[in-house]
């Protein structure tokens, strides 16, 4: 599943061959995922006239992307408009589309590869209910991606399951969140 666009993004990492997977969809990531696979539209011609903010690492941020799919929910392009003029980028039709099919297909990835070990896992537990915790800017923040997750979790598995925001700042607090859901839940029977 790893693209060249992927090895870019690890290469130039912080921790380059490390936290490969969680760089496919972490808010941390997601952003500068978007920049790369846009300018390599430019290296490759499909686009034509690099704007020279588009180069710059991390010109274009994980904000930028759920701004985005902000506008691919309400079928607008207030934001994208807005993205590409600070970007120097041409502000027409194919560009708006453009960088809205990049932000789509990378959420949609994203989605996909957390659910399917999700999925997985429900099937494995084999519990009635189980408490998913989630935590990130991505599952914060992103306007479509936990309903994406929602729902193909929902295709590939019958068992039932609800997710729990652990908002600790980080995925250690994940688990605990999990467990003690999971507990409260067995008392109240």
């Known amino acids: 599943i790893k693209t060249e666009w992927d090895r870019i993004l690890d290469d130039n990492s912080l921790l380059p061959k490390s936290f490969t997977f969680e760089k496919y ?3 941390k990531y997601m952003g500068e995922l978007v920049r790369i696979v846009l300018r390599s539209l430019f290296e ?3 686009l034509t006239e690099c704007p020279e903010e588009i180069k710059i690492t991390d010109s274009i941020s994980t904000l930028d992307a759920s701004k985005v799919s902000q506008d691919i929910l309400d079928g607008k392009d207030t ?4 993205i590409l003029e600070r970007l120097g980028c041409p502000v027409n039709q194919v560009m708006i589309s453009v960088l809205q099919y990049i932000v789509e297909l990378l959420t949609e990835r994203a989605s996909v590869l957390v659910a399917v070990p999700m999925a997985f896992f429900l099937d494995r537990i084999d519990r009635p209910m189980t408490t998913i915790a989630a935590s990130g800017s991505m599952y914060k ?6 309903d994406k997750i929602t729902s193909k979790i929902e295709m590939m598995t019958e068992k039932k399951f609800k997710f729990g925001l652990s908002d600790d700042g980080s995925g250690r607090g994940a688990g ?13 029977k």
């Open 25 to 27: 969809y972490a808010g």
């Open 44 to 46: 490759k011609e499909i």
């Open 79 to 82: 934001n994208t408009k807005q």
């Open 141 to 146: 923040h992103h306007p479509s991606l936990k």
């Open 176 to 188: 605990l969140v999990a467990a003690i859901a999971q507990r409260l839940a067995a008392k109240k």
